[in-house]
Structure formats: C-alpha cells, structure tokens
C-alpha cells in the first residue's frame, strides 16, 4: 500500500534550520509530485512548495521563498524539506503530500504523511 | 487570511443534511480551477474526501458530494453521522499568486 513516513518532531532555536523528511513506498517515486503543507496550532493549512522527485525541480510559495529548500535521493525514495532561520511562526505541523493524477484541472493531494511538528523557541 | 473563505463552524442532528460554502475568486474558482475538499479528524492528517468538484476517491461514502458554480464551490454531508464530526477543508488554484491555496477551514459539529 501507499505510505508516507515522515521523520519525527524537531525542536530548534530562532534562527536554526529543520530538515524534514519524507520516505514514499507502493508506488512509483518519480511519477508523482510531491508537495509540502504546514499547519500551524490551531490554524489551517498552508501550501509550502512542491518538488518533481523525476528531475528535482522545484516551486516554491513566495512567502517563504529563499528560506526553504526542497530535495529529494532518488535511491531511498525520500523527499526533504529544509527550512532555515526559523522563527517562532514557523513553529507548525509540517506535512508532505503527494499529488493525485486525474479527475481535477487542480492538482489535489491524495496521500498525506502522519506530520512533523516543529517547535521553534529559545 | 485566507484566500478561499468557509464558514468556521456549521451543525446538524444526526441524519440531517449540512452545506459548506467554499468562495473565492475570478483568480482562482471563477477562473476555472477546479476546486478539492478535504477532512481533518483532530491530530490527524487532512484525508482527501473530493477532487476535481465532484469526484470520490475510492472508500469515500457517496454521504458527500462536491458542486461548483461561479466563485464559489460546496460540499454536502447528507445523513450526517457521529464521525463526520471533524475540520473541512477547499483547496484550489489561484492563477494570480500561483499558488496552491486553501480554505479557512469548516468545523463541522454532530449535535
């Protein structure tokens, strides 16, 4: 079956960087996009970025645009999220999600990691 | 603040039917993105419940259904149930900022 397992919860000091990753298996990696989305306590969701696991490219939101970078190893079937100089409102549950084929003009993410949180505070 | 507005809290009895309004704009629903609909059970990942305004992905109950029209876009929950209690979520595409944006999010509460 299709899962995504991403690794556990950070806690890092303002102005630190994370790196959070993201392992696909029962499906073919480098078909899929996969994209990233955080979700602050108690608030809703935020799209972050997405990266083609097939050539590496990436796009980012302009938000966070120059803090975070995306990469995938094609050989362990992983995805990553860095971000760098964290601050307090970084602190967020950080979700990777793949994205589903047909049926939508809008791309819609059908498989969702169970989440890293990410606590920033000094 | 969120680009696609939802009410934050909506409810019904057991058995009744509830609507959730997802509006937008002419830059992303009125262009013609097709709009997503997702449930959130709390401390859990957000599960896919509709994509492309209509559709079910396997395993999902026909209890939900997806409509679009203008700028806006709707899920409906006909025969509410204990565990639909949960936060819903739209999600689109808006051609203006080229990003991938959601909704404000719907409480949905079974009395």
């Known amino acids: 079956q299709i899962q995504l397992v991403q690794s556990g919860a950070e806690v890092k000091k303002p102005g630190a960087s994370v790196k959070v990753s993201c392992e696909a298996s029962g499906y073919i990696f480098t078909n899929y996009y996969m994209h990233w989305v955080r979700q602050a306590p108690g608030q809703g969701l935020e799209w972050m970025g997405m990266i083609n696991p097939s050539g590496g490219s990436t796009s980012y939101a302009q938000r966070i645009q120059g803090r975070v970078t995306m990469t995938r190893d094609t050989s362990t079937r992983t995805v990553y999220m860095e971000l760098s100089s964290l601050r307090s409102e970084d602190t967020a549950v950080y979700y990777c999600?793949?994205?589903?084929?047909?049926?939508?003009?809008?791309?819609?993410?059908?498989?969702w990691g169970q989440g890293t949180l990410v606590t920033v505070s000094s | 603040q969120s680009v696609l507005t939802q009410p934050p809290s909506v409810s019904g009895a057991p058995g009744q039917r509830v609507t959730i309004s997802c509006a937008g704009s002419?830059?992303?629903?009125?262009?013609?993105?097709?709009v997503n609909w997702y449930q959130q059970l709390p401390g859990t990942a957000p599960k896919l419940l509709i994509y492309?305004?209509?559709n079910r992905p396997s395993g999902v109950p026909d209890r939900f259904s997806g409509s679009k029209s203008g700028t806006s876009a709707s899920l409906a929950i006909n025969g509410l149930q204990a565990e639909d209690e949960a936060e819903y979520y739209c999600q689109s595409y808006d051609s203006l900022t080229g990003l991938f944006v959601f909704g404000s999010g719907t409480t949905v509460t079974v009395l």
């Open positions: 492309g305004n209509i």
């Open positions: 002419s830059s992303n629903i009125g262009a013609g993105s097709d």
């Open positions: 999600a793949r994205v589903g084929t047909g049926g939508s003009r809008t791309e819609y993410f059908d498989y």
